[in-house]
């Protein structure tokens, strides 16, 4: 069975920092591309950022450019997003999701595995 | 706003049919078989229940499915039940910026 667990999320003031973590399993980590996507209070999905197996492929919403970076680590299974000067609208819950379609150049096309998400919140 | 745009409410009794829009531009659903649409129980993982516009994962119930017509996709849920009342969201791969986009979701209601 495929699992994505969320953690790392809190409080955090504006300008602060905070390191999201996705522990993968039930599936061959290495071989899939990642990725994050958030959800804003009353907002729809957002697409945050997006990362090949190999660490390669790294792409970003625009809002988050400078900012925010994607990595992971294939032995521990695991997927990372840290985010730096953090904002108020940057407060959302935070998916990793696992990307398909991403063998051609319309990646993605959907998201097929998704965690539980992890809340960030960005408040003084 | 979301880019792609869904009601944000449908609601229908148990056995009925409910269908939920999703409207889009030339750049994402009129050019692309990229739609998808998500069922998320708040609180829990957002669940794919159809890719490609009308493709269903395994496990997901024929009760769902999904077209498209122009710049708008459709989900389509028959023999409602309980167990489908959740937040549903469609997504659509857009070439402005070369990524997914969503729409703001829809509340179904189950009577």
């Known amino acids: 069975e495929v699992q994505l667990v969320e953690s790392g999320g809190g409080l955090v003031q504006p300008g602060g920092s905070l390191r999201l973590s996705c522990a993968a399993s039930g599936f061959s980590f290495r071989g899939f591309s990642m990725s994050w996507v958030r959800q804003a209070p009353g907002k729809g999905l957002e697409w945050v950022a997006i990362?090949?197996?190999?660490?390669?492929?790294?792409r970003y919403v625009d809002s988050v450019k400078g900012r925010f970076t994607i990595s992971r680590d294939n032995a521990k299974n695991s997927l990372y997003l840290l985010m730096n000067s953090l904002r108020a609208e940057d407060t959302a819950v935070y998916y990793c999701?696992?990307?398909?379609?991403?063998?051609?150049?319309?990646?993605?096309?959907?998201?097929?595995?998704w965690g539980q998400g992890n809340l960030v919140t960005v408040s003084a | 706003q979301s880019a792609l745009t869904q009601p944000a409410s449908v609601s229908g009794s148990p056995g009925q049919s409910i269908t939920i829009s999703c409207t889009g531009t030339s750049s994402d659903i009129g050019t692309y078989n990229y739609v998808s649409w998500y069922q998320h129980h708040p609180g829990k993982a957002p669940k794919l229940m159809i890719y490609e516009v009308r493709n269903r994962p395994s496990g997901v119930p024929d009760r769902f499915s999904g077209s498209k017509s122009g710049n708008t996709a459709s989900l389509t849920i028959s023999g409602l039940q309980a167990e489908d009342e959740a937040d549903y969201y469609c997504?659509?791969?857009?070439?402005?910026?070369?990524?997914?986009?969503f729409g703001g979701g829809t509340k179904l209601t189950v009577l």
């Open positions: 999701a696992r990307p398909r379609g991403c063998s051609t150049a319309t990646c993605p096309t959907h998201f097929d595995y």
């Open positions: 997504s659509s791969y857009r070439s402005t910026s070369s990524s997914v986009t």
């Open positions: 990362m090949d197996e190999y660490g390669n492929g790294i």
